[in-house]
């Protein structure tokens, strides 16, 4: 509102504009088609979390670990809608996908090593995917503990 108020004293009819401008929006989500939705995914980081970082640029999820990928459908306007997906994983024996049909949320768990696994949620319409290869699950951490020197016997 202080965006508004200090529009109108800067011009005395800086307020008609505002009101016409929000007629005009209101007048565009009424009359015009409906929106076409868009399925907005949000990839959360793997767990459990390592002590060291995954690279989320160019994905290499260890086998043992997951990650969650939270859909949120919203049309053009950014308004959320209702929707009802299928999910999908390209190699279902290393990284299969339980899913969430009320939230919209697939938790994909990475069990075995696979190159470009695509994990895919659809509505029929619109399409989200998240590619990333399952690699062999590496230490994230060596530990050695080293002894007090002592005086090795003579053989």
Do not use: C
Not at 72 to 87: F, N
């Amino acid at each position: 509102m202080r965006a508004v108020e200090a529009a109108i004293a800067r011009s005395p009819d800086a307020h008609l504009d505002y009101v016409l401008d929000e007629a005009e929006a209101i007048y565009t989500w009424v009359v015009k088609p409906a929106p076409v939705v868009r399925l907005v995914g949000l990839v959360g980081a793997p767990f459990p979390t390592p002590e060291g970082s995954i690279p989320m640029a160019n994905p290499q999820i260890p086998a043992g670990f997951s990650f969650t990928i939270t859909i949120e459908p919203e049309d053009t306007l950014g308004v959320a809608v209702a929707d009802t997906l299928t999910w999908t994983s390209s190699d279902v024996v290393a990284a299969p996908v339980a899913v969430d049909t009320t939230t919209l949320v697939g938790t994909v768990k990475v069990v075995s090593p696979a190159t470009a696994v695509v994990v895919t949620a659809t509505d029929g319409t619109n399409t989200f995917t998240y590619t990333f290869d399952a690699v062999v699950d590496a230490p994230v951490t060596l530990a050695a503990t080293v002894s007090v020197p002592f005086k090795t016997p003579a053989a």
